[in-house]
């Protein structure tokens, strides 16, 4: 999206919540456009409360009935909002959750928890949904989409090299008995083939010189991806234990992937949390990722549609948010596959599952700077 391309959304809380003009000022001042109606917003912001629970203000159930979840970003800013996993609803004892949200969330949402939130935290926030708002294709995908054009644009050139090599060849074949002259052991084309056959000659010289020179760039990116890649020096004595990138995965569906991702982390010396090697026997889950979480500085977040349907994975991604909004942990997504990602996690640039070595460069850079 382009600078001039202003994004607008709309603001939806109580009239007595101090978080609504709080945070609709800085959302302003990151260049959104707040709208006080949703018919002219591309997305919504809900901050829920009691108070707004006992409104249920009619707007809010159009757009939700008219929008959907994926355009509508929870935030909490006073009350409860349990989810009941067994109903698969918010628990009834969610006082700050409205009608319209509860008959509207068939699945648990994520969202932005701001109770008791300081200036900084609002400020983080209003961060997060600036970048949700603007969200558009990970770049990723785009560098995915010009390497699929490179590899169109070298198959091209070597067809038409050979083809023009195949040619040339049958033309100078067939020259060779056509075009001779009454003396027996001279054979001389006319100058019309022979000018042919240059052109052709100059052309397969051509397509091959841009072959080669092809091949030779794309060898040297890859050169230069491994020495970018290349492990980071043993950590100095007395580095932290925070020096860790907690993974966040699909144990089943995703294991291969978030081993590779661990040994790419661990060949920069960085340290990783995962279920399969840190719960200890006996241990609460919950626990068990929350001290994951707090022991680390970074995260990962692995999307696939089996990861965004596990309750787990789901609960893992609710922590990893709440620690970014309080400033303790730096959250990277990385994209498996073709899924729906949820709108909080926009507001992060996502990586895709084949230049995930950038997550990895960026997890380094940011351990080595601290």
């Known amino acids: 999206m382009s600078e001039s391309q202003e994004r607008a959304v709309w603001v939806c809380g109580a009239a007595d919540d101090a978080t609504v003009p709080d945070l609709s000022a800085r ?161 001389v084309p006319s100058s019309g083939e022979s000018s042919s056959g240059n052109v052709g000659l100059v052309v397969a010289v051509v397509l091959a010189a841009g072959l080669v020179g092809t091949g030779v760039w794309l060898l040297g990116k890859r050169a230069g991806a491994r020495e970018r890649r290349a492990p980071a020096p043993p950590p100095a004595p007395g580095t932290p234990a925070t020096n860790q990138v907690f993974v966040s995965h699909d144990m089943q569906a995703d294991r291969k992937v978030a081993q590779r991702l661990v040994e790419r982390l661990q060949q920069r010396q960085i340290r990783t949390w995962t279920a399969e090697g840190n719960i200890r026997p006996g241990e609460q889950w919950v626990f068990a990722i929350e001290r994951g979480l707090t022991s680390s500085r970074g995260a990962v977040v692995l999307l696939s549609p089996d990861a965004l349907a596990s309750n787990w994975v789901k609960q893992e991604i609710q922590m990893i948010i709440n620690l970014a909004v309080d400033g303790k942990l730096h959250v990277i997504p990385v994209l498996l596959g073709n899924v729906d990602v949820p709108l909080v996690l926009r507001g992060y640039q996502l990586v895709a599952v084949d230049d995930f070595d950038l997550a990895c460069d960026e997890f380094q850079r940011l351990f080595a700077a601290t």
């Open 27 to 187: 959302l302003a001042a990151l260049g959104l456009a707040v709208v006080p109606v949703p018919e002219t917003a591309d997305r919504a912001v809900a901050l829920l409360s009691p108070a707004l629970a006992a409104g249920d203000p009619s707007d809010l159930r159009d757009w939700i009935t008219e929008r959907g979840p994926a355009a509508t970003l929870l935030i909490v800013t006073s009350g409860s909002v349990d989810w009941d996993d067994d109903r698969e609803r918010f628990a009834a004892v969610a006082d700050a959750v409205p009608a319209s949200v509860r008959d509207g969330f068939r699945s648990k949402p994520l969202l932005l928890d701001l109770r008791g939130a300081d200036d900084a935290k609002v400020d983080r926030c209003a961060r997060l949904v600036t970048g949700a708002v603007n969200s558009e294709l990970p770049a990723g995908h785009r560098r995915r989409r010009r390497g699929c054009l490179l590899s169109v644009l070298v198959a091209v050139l070597a067809f038409l090299a050979v083809s023009s090599v195949v040619l040339l060849s049958v033309g100078g074949g067939d020259s060779g008995t056509s075009t001779s002259t009454s003396t027996p052991s001279t054979t």
